[in-house]
């Protein structure tokens, strides 16, 4: 039997094309494999912390801050030393907590100035809500210490840095190309002992009463179609024509 020339050619080519073939679907299947293997470098999202404030957090806490008030038997309430001293202590109070905690009165009860410490709390109470804290923000509560003194206290905010130093990671290889583990910590650090309130570190302050006066009038102006705009005097007119 004989066989065609070209009848070889065809069958040599496609099995040439079949050997093609598995091999570039095994080069392909070896090529993804190794790209799988190489992603697994721990840089998806929750595996590394690259936000300096998610490594280096700055820790808030709470510590009591306390005035003790020595009232003695007789008085008919705080003298002007004692005043300036709660006054102070209020402001102090006002300013690094800003509302977020109460502000708590322990009485002295069964001694001998338990009525003298009657009228020192009233004059407490007056002083405090003219500050501005509100009646709800004011406990008062009974003291175990009959011959003690008033005492004055309230939970302030402590913000907490994080501590810095870290150099023990190699810079000068980092294949995964992400910032070094103590980049970002000085600056969490210099914050944290920087922030004013660091009640505000974990949300807005309360809100405060608002100054209605000046609203009001402005929109009675507006119901009216007047100007609501204030009136300004010729100093603080901008003259629009040219001087000759």
């Known amino acids: 039997m004989k066989f065609n020339s070209n009848t070889k050619t065809s069958r040599r080519f496609r099995a040439w094309r079949s050997l093609n073939s598995v091999l570039i679907v095994s080069a392909l299947a070896v090529t993804l494999g190794a790209c799988k293997h190489n992603d697994y470098k721990g840089e998806v999202a929750g595996w590394t912390l690259i936000d300096s404030s998610q490594r280096h957090p700055i820790l808030v806490s709470q510590e009591p801050q306390t005035l003790d008030v020595a009232v003695s038997a007789g008085a008919r309430g705080l003298g002007s030393r004692q005043r300036a001293k709660v006054i102070n ?145 010729a100093d603080e007119r901008i003259n629009t024509q040219e001087q000759e």
């Open 89 to 233: 202590f209020a402001q102090r109070a006002r300013a690094s907590d800003a509302g977020n905690s109460k502000m708590v009165i322990s009485v002295p009860t069964g001694g001998k100035n338990e009525i003298s410490s009657m009228y020192a709390v009233q004059d407490i109470r007056r002083l405090l809500t003219g500050i501005g804290f509100q009646q709800s923000s004011i406990s008062v509560e009974a003291s175990y210490d009959q011959h003690g003194p008033i005492q004055l206290s309230y939970l302030r905010y402590v913000a907490e840095g994080p501590e810095c130093g870290n150099w023990s990671q190699n810079l000068a290889r980092d294949p995964q190309n992400v910032p070094h583990t103590n980049f970002g910590c000085a600056g969490q650090h210099n914050f944290a002992a920087m922030v004013a309130n660091p009640a505000d570190l974990l949300g807005p302050r309360t809100q405060t009463e608002r100054y209605s006066d000046r609203r009001e009038t402005t929109f009675n102006k507006y119901i009216g179609g007047e100007v609501t705009g204030a009136d300004k005097s």
